[in-house]
């Protein structure tokens, strides 16, 4: 059996890189993995691209991260009260790629369970939309949404399951 438990963040971050692609959990403040995130900080990864819900707020979590520029390319469903991820989007400093909640969520799971891609209604006739095919389903509109695939997976746990 593969061992996937850890003893410390140290141990977590072991083979993380520059330009690497996160997932991070949580859901604004809460839940998420703020010793990972500051692990990164203080080993100074840089251009990762980061694919969470939000980037929380300017001197926690993924903030500290955004006030050293080690985020390249931020993927979320919302802005959040972030004023320094405003900042770098509004400026073109950070590329920001925004995606409706459910569909953030199913492109993360999609990809753990072996989907390349599916056909979502949210975001048909959007901005979201925009480059990606579409496909007519039963006469409802559907738009072909990729899935995310990263290198590493960060969530906030006190106790973790080995299997």
Known sequence: MIRKTVANVQEALQGVEDGMTFMLGGFGLCGIPENAISELV??????ITCISNNAGVDDFGLGLLLQKHQIKKMIS???GE???????????????ELTPQGTLAEKCR???????AFYTPA???TEV??????????????VL???????????????????
Not at 42 to 47: A, E
Not at 82 to 95: A, C, P, T, V, Y
């Open 110 to 116: 999609a990809a753990q369970a072996g989907f390349p």
């Open 123 to 125: 975001g048909y006739g």
């Open 82 to 96: 972030n004023d320094e991820f405003e900042r770098q989007m509004l400026s073109g400093e950070l590329d920001v």
């Open 42 to 47: 203080r080993l100074g990864i840089k251009d």
């Open 77 to 79: 469903s919302y802005v």
């Open 145 to 163: 949404e990729h899935a995310y695939e990263a290198n590493f997976s960060f969530v906030k746990a006190w106790k973790g399951d080995e299997a």
């Open 129 to 142: 939309a925009e480059g990606k095919e579409t496909r007519d389903f039963k006469g409802k509109m559907y």
